[in-house]
């Protein structure tokens, strides 16, 4: 306290001296100046010192050297420790999760399908539901809407609500359809399981279960709120597209994404192909590679990668540019497009996921089927080749259906901007049945990378586990589709206590590399919206967006 009286007493000195100074004579010397601010400068030094006690802690050290030692750190001893301590915390999280997808199995295969319901048959909260807005509540076919109290929490720093769970449902998908009803109706058990896992943990945070149909299921109860407050702002979240949920419905793919880049698809067809090319590649996580490459009479890359990259923010933002610079012209010619498609697929020579492969075509139709090159590249029919026809047009659609259909893949139709969203991840549905014959052993936990919470938790990584369907169909056949994806929630805060910076020494610090590269933990990671928010002093800070060690 005596140090900041004495700095504001010599400020107002100093500037006392210099405005006396200028209205009895002339303006002090530069020498003079410095004179000054050297004896201000002894002086606080002095002061600061012998305030603070600084010479004496010295002495006092020296003189009592009987009664410490100081030893060196081990840094591997360290290090383990920390290991140890965040494997614990995910193996907890984690006896959660697996709890929750088994109970959501067996929930969902004692289900009774209903076509009707009663008007208070489902009773769910809504989180887009306004609270100020009564009216709102109550309007739909079959179900009836929970008004939960919320109090502030001060672990999720928002409003939640204990005793129930949110239910969130995109924009796009109207509640009352019957299969929104039937999975409200089944997913309503899951509450318990919450509960029953924060009384076992109550440190745990998001409990969440997605839906393949868009669904999202999520404990405690919080309303969606945006809090930067935009006027007609359209909720666009949809849980299938979320990076947890991606990670955790399909396992790991190559995808070359074809682009019909002929003079037919110019104009309008062209605008949804480049939209719908956009779409797809949001639907890939950092377990994918992926390349795009566009044809006409040739085919070539529409980027400066030559063959597939890992499916990363940074090479898919490289890629979305790409593909808005795509022309149309010239004439169809389905072989060299293909051909260009299998030997990328085919190179062993770089990185791959070498799990699934996968060939996107994007078209407005055609006439030839190019059977001889699948013939030569896919007769063992390794490679699944799936069909988008867009936009509206009399083309023939039967040889592009033809191609799906003989390459293990599918086939659909994008007439407009509308159909692009459901169109493009439908597929996910057919690459998650190899995961439900194969059972348990389908069935690991996965850790994502650290991405920014969608309810504004901050930054998180989220265990997940897919979430089968068991029932049979009445030929007595498993029923094949994923039900949806289980995650929970880890906040990077919670691993940072793990990792204290004073057992190290004063500039140490700890950090973590996930397994594909990216920085899961250091003392200068932040949010992109962070990054861009703040002026920041030092030129070391990045954001988790952007870093990735090579």
Do not use: G, K, P
């Given at each position: 306290m005596a140090a900041g009286w004495l700095l504001v007493f010599s400020l107002t000195l100093f500037q006392s001296l210099v405005m006396n100074h200028s209205s009895e004579g002339p303006f002090p010397s530069a020498t003079t100046i410095k004179s000054w601010v050297d004896k201000m400068q002894e002086d606080l030094v002095t002061l600061a010192r012998t305030a603070s006690g600084v010479d004496k802690l010295a002495e006092i050290y020296l003189k009592n050297r009987n009664l410490y030692t100081v030893e060196a750190n081990n840094p591997r001893q360290l290090v383990e420790i920390a290991a140890r301590d965040i494997e614990k915390l995910l193996s907890n999280r984690s006896k959660a999760l697996v709890r929750l997808a088994k109970e959501a199995e067996k929930y969902q295969a004692s289900h009774q399908w209903r076509d009707e319901f009663g008007n208070n048959d489902i009773i769910y909260y809504n989180a887009k539901d306004d609270q100020n807005d009564p009216e709102k509540n109550d309007t739909e076919s079959g179900s009836q809407r929970i008004r939960p109290v919320f109090e502030e929490d001060p672990v999720f720093r928002r409003q939640t609500s204990y005793q129930h769970a949110a239910v969130h449902i995109p924009t796009d998908i109207y509640e009352g359809s019957t299969i929104v009803l039937n999975e409200l109706n089944w997913t309503a058990a899951l509450d318990d399981v919450f509960k029953r896992n924060r009384e076992e943990d109550p440190t745990l945070l998001w409990q969440v279960f997605g839906s393949a149909t868009g669904l999202a299921r999520y404990y405690p109860a919080s309303p969606w709120v945006d809090k930067s407050r935009t006027p007609n702002k359209i909720d666009l979240y949809d849980v299938r597209r979320r990076p947890w949920y991606i990670q955790g419905a399909a396992s790991p793919k190559d995808m070359l994404i074809l682009v019909d880049a002929s003079g037919s698809v110019s104009g309008l067809t062209l605008k949804l192909i480049?939209?719908?090319?956009?779409?797809?590649?949001?639907?890939?996580?950092?377990?994918?590679?992926?390349?795009?490459?566009?044809?006409?009479?040739?085919?070539?890359?529409?980027?400066?990668?030559?063959h597939l990259v890992q499916a990363n923010v940074r090479n898919k933002k490289k890629l979305k540019e790409a593909v808005y610079k795509i022309s149309a012209k010239g004439i169809t010619d389905y072989k060299k497009g293909f051909s260009y498609a299998f030997e990328q697929l085919l190179n062993h020579s770089v990185s791959r996921a070498n799990c699934n492969k996968i060939i996107m075509l994007f078209t407005d139709g055609g006439e030839e089927r190019a059977q001889e090159i699948f013939h030569k590249y896919n007769e063992d029919k390794k490679v699944r080749v799936f069909t988008f026809s867009v936009g509206q047009h009399n083309y023939d659609k039967g040889p592009i259906q033809w191609m799906a259909c003989e390459n293990k893949g599918y086939y659909y139709e994008i007439p407009s901007i509308g159909a692009i969203r459901i169109n493009t991840q439908e597929y996910l549905d057919v690459l998650g049945r190899p995961m439900v014959l194969a059972g348990e052993k389908a069935k690991q936990v996965q850790w994502t990378n650290v991405y920014l919470d969608a309810l504004e938790l901050g930054l998180v990584i989220t265990g997940t586990l897919p979430v089968f369907n068991l029932t049979k169909e009445q030929n007595g056949k498993i029923n094949q589709l994923i039900l949806g994806v289980m995650g929970v929630d880890v906040s990077l805060e919670d691993i940072k206590k793990l990792t204290p910076r004073f057992t190290l020494c004063p500039n140490g610090y700890y950090f973590a590399i996930d397994p594909n590269g990216y920085v899961l933990l250091h003392p200068n990671l932040q949010p992109k919206q962070f990054f861009n928010r703040c002026k920041l002093k030092h030129n070391y800070v990045f954001t988790f967006e952007e870093v990735r060690v090579y």
């Open positions: 480049r939209t719908s090319v956009i779409e797809m590649l949001e639907t890939l996580s950092d377990d994918d590679f992926v390349n795009v490459v566009s044809f006409n009479n040739n085919a070539q890359n529409v980027s400066c990668f030559n």
